[in-house]
């Protein structure tokens, strides 16, 4: 059998708190901007479905019933369509949900890609 010792010490240990977010940026060109992308949500096991489909009421404008047609196929599959929009209109959305759910504590996740 192996001991091993455990070393503790009194001190306490030096912390440093920060407000910074790391931000991933994407140069897009203006015909990027023009095509239509697609706004994806992926399960997780940690968000409450109740909060997923108020994100989805309040940030992408769905009535109670899609949205909750959308969390439970992402639910079930892994991932949902939530919907196609312009660029800038789908970065911005998935924008601002990811930072009330961020805000609450959830891991809740959307990604876009293009729309072919």
Same mark, same amino acid.
């Given at each position: =059998?192996?001991? *091993?010792? !455990?070393? $503790?010490?009194?001190?306490?240990?030096? %912390?440093? %708190?920060?407000?910074?977010?790391?931000?991933?940026?994407?140069? +897009?060109?203006? %015909?990027?901007?023009?095509?239509?992308?697609?706004?994806?949500?992926?399960?997780?096991?940690? $968000?409450? =479905?109740?909060? +997923?489909? &108020?994100?989805?009421? $309040?940030?992408? /404008?769905?009535?109670?019933?899609? @949205?909750?047609?959308? =969390?439970?196929? &992402? *639910? %079930?599959?892994?991932? @949902? !369509?939530? /919907?196609?929009?312009? #660029?800038?209109?789908?970065?911005?959305? +998935?924008?601002? &949900? *990811?930072?009330? @759910?961020?805000?609450?504590? #959830?891991? !809740?996740?959307?990604? !876009?890609?293009?729309?072919?």
């Amino acid at each position: =059998m192996i001991a *091993h010792k !455990l070393q $503790t010490t009194t001190q306490e240990p030096e %912390t440093e %708190t920060t407000t910074t977010i790391d931000t991933q940026y994407v140069v +897009v060109d203006d %015909t990027e901007l023009e095509k239509p992308y697609r706004v994806i949500i992926q399960n997780d096991d940690v $968000t409450p =479905m109740e909060f +997923v489909v &108020a994100v989805l009421r $309040t940030f992408f /404008g769905l009535p109670l019933i899609k @949205a909750t047609s959308i =969390m439970l196929k &992402a *639910h %079930t599959d892994g991932q @949902a !369509l939530v /919907g196609v929009y312009p #660029y800038e209109e789908a970065y911005q959305r +998935v924008y601002e &949900a *990811h930072s009330a @759910a961020r805000e609450a504590g #959830y891991p !809740l996740t959307f990604y !876009l890609e293009p729309d072919e």
